[in-house]
C-alpha cells in the first residue's frame, strides 16, 4: 500500500503561481509512476500531468502545458506540481496519484490523495 498527502492549495488571483507537493509513505521504494489529476465542481475528474519514476519523461494535458511543470524527488518520496500564470478554469481539487506506468487513465493508478483545493480568483 502506498499513502500520498497533498499539500499548497489554496486561493490565488489569476495570474499568480502555487506549487502542489505530494508526499508518498507506505511502499513509497517501489518505482511508481506519478500523476496529477483535477476536478471542478459538476465536471469529472480530467487528467493534469504524469511522470515517470526516473522523472525523465513528463506529458501534459493541453490546457496546462507551457504554464504547469511536473518533477519529483525520489529521496524525498515527493512529486511536485508547479503551475504558473493561473487561470480562473484552473480552480478544482487536485488529487496526486501513483502507478506502475504514467498514463492519462485514472484506472490505471490505484492509489490516490485525498485532494487540495486550488482556488482561483479574477
Known amino acids: 500500500q502506498v499513502q500520498l498527502v497533498e499539500s499548497g492549495g489554496g486561493l490565488v488571483q489569476a495570474g499568480a503561481s502555487l506549487r502542489l507537493s505530494c508526499t508518498a509513505s507506505?511502499?513509497?521504494?517501489?518505482?511508481?509512476?506519478m500523476a496529477w489529476f483535477r476536478q471542478a465542481p459538476g465536471k469529472e475528474r480530467e487528467f493534469v500531468a504524469t511522470?515517470?519514476?526516473?522523472?525523465?519523461?513528463?506529458s501534459y494535458a493541453d490546457s496546462v502545458k507551457g504554464r504547469f511543470t511536473i518533477s519529483r524527488d525520489n529521496a524525498k518520496d515527493t512529486v511536485y506540481l508547479q503551475m504558473n500564470n493561473l487561470k480562473v478554469d484552473d480552480a478544482a481539487v487536485y488529487y496526486c496519484?501513483?502507478?506502475?506506468?504514467?498514463?492519462?487513465?485514472?484506472?490505471?493508478?490505484?492509489?490516490w490523495g485525498q485532494g487540495t483545493q486550488v482556488t482561483v480568483s479574477s
Open positions: 496519484a501513483a502507478g506502475a506506468v504514467p498514463t492519462e487513465t485514472q484506472q490505471d493508478y490505484p492509489y
Open positions: 507506505g511502499r513509497a521504494d517501489v518505482g511508481y509512476a
Open positions: 511522470i515517470t519514476y526516473i522523472g525523465l519523461s513528463a
